[in-house]
T-cell receptor, first 119, second 114 residues
Framework: GAVVSQHPSWVICKSGTSVKIECRSL??????MFWYRQFPKQSLMLMAT?????????EQGVEKDKFLINHASLTLSTLTVTSAHPEDSSFYIC???????????????FGQGTRLTVV | AQKVTQAQTEISVVEKEDVTLDCVYE???????LFWYKQPPSGELVFLIR??????QNEISGRYSWNFQKSTSSFNFTITASQVVDSAVYFC???????????FGQGTTLQVKP
């Protein structure tokens, strides 16, 4: 099956710094990728939809200036948490849809996730 | 509005017991997709099953089985003869159309004790 790789797996950063998380589709071209956030013992909440070559679409309540998303190629989307604060500490996970599967295959392939701790 | 409800927050069973995880969904779409994922402590999401709205056949895969009932908007997941390795958080998710975007339920933490 399709593979999505996310890097890094975990990161600790100081408050006020920025952190970049990468999401790569390894064996397919993903025109659309998704970024989710999961706080401890909570569900996954969609943050934004990343579209190759255009601006990301953010869900209500997600600050687009704080969570910068870039989808510059068909295999890479990046999420940058700018001026991170302790409340941004969370598990961030990306997913990508393989358009080659057609309309039926809407399975989203997930990366391994990134655990961000802001100290 | 789309919504997924997993009413069971935590379930604890003893090994070899059968356990059913409930999932109820809401959607106005006529074409939609339902998923179950397993999330072990390491955090990654392990895909278990996808079911299309136009296919109500139940499915069995080893010790896992799924019961899809459109009449009650439910997509329940049963583990037969549970094992300690089944301990994890299980998420039910809903996808609509062909967007690939998923709405997750709150998750059910399953603890299987030896």
């Amino acid at each position: 099956g399709a593979v999505v790789s996310q890097h890094p797996s975990w990161v600790i950063c100081k408050s006020g710094t920025s952190v970049k998380i990468e999401c790569r589709s390894l064996d397919f071209q993903a025109t659309t990728m998704f970024w989710y956030r999961q706080f401890p013992k909570q569900s996954l909440m969609l943050m934004a939809t990343s579209n190759e070559g255009s601006k990301a679409t953010y869900e209500q309540g997600v600050e687009k200036d704080k969570f910068l998303i870039n989808h510059a190629s068909l295999t890479l989307s990046t999420l940058t948490v700018t001026s991170a604060h302790p409340e941004d500490s969370s598990f961030y996970i990306c997913s990508a849809r393989d358009p080659g599967q057609g309309l039926v295959g809407t399975e989203a392939f997930f990366g391994q996730g990134t655990r961000l701790t802001v100290v | 509005a789309q919504k997924v409800t997993q009413a069971q927050t935590e379930i604890s069973v003893v090994e070899k017991e059968d356990v059913t995880l409930d999932c109820v969904y809401e959607t106005r779409d006529t074409t939609y997709y339902l998923f179950w994922y397993k999330q072990p402590p390491s955090g990654e999401l392990v895909f278990l099953i996808r079911r299309n709205s136009f296919d109500e056949q139940n499915e069995i895969s080893g010790r896992y089985s799924w019961n899809f009932q459109k009449s009650t908007s439910s997509f329940n997941f049963t583990i037969t003869a549970s094992q300690v390795v089944d301990s994890a958080v299980y998420f039910c998710a809903l996808g609509s159309g062909n967007t690939g975007k998923l709405i997750f339920g709150q998750g059910t933490t399953l603890q299987v004790k030896p």
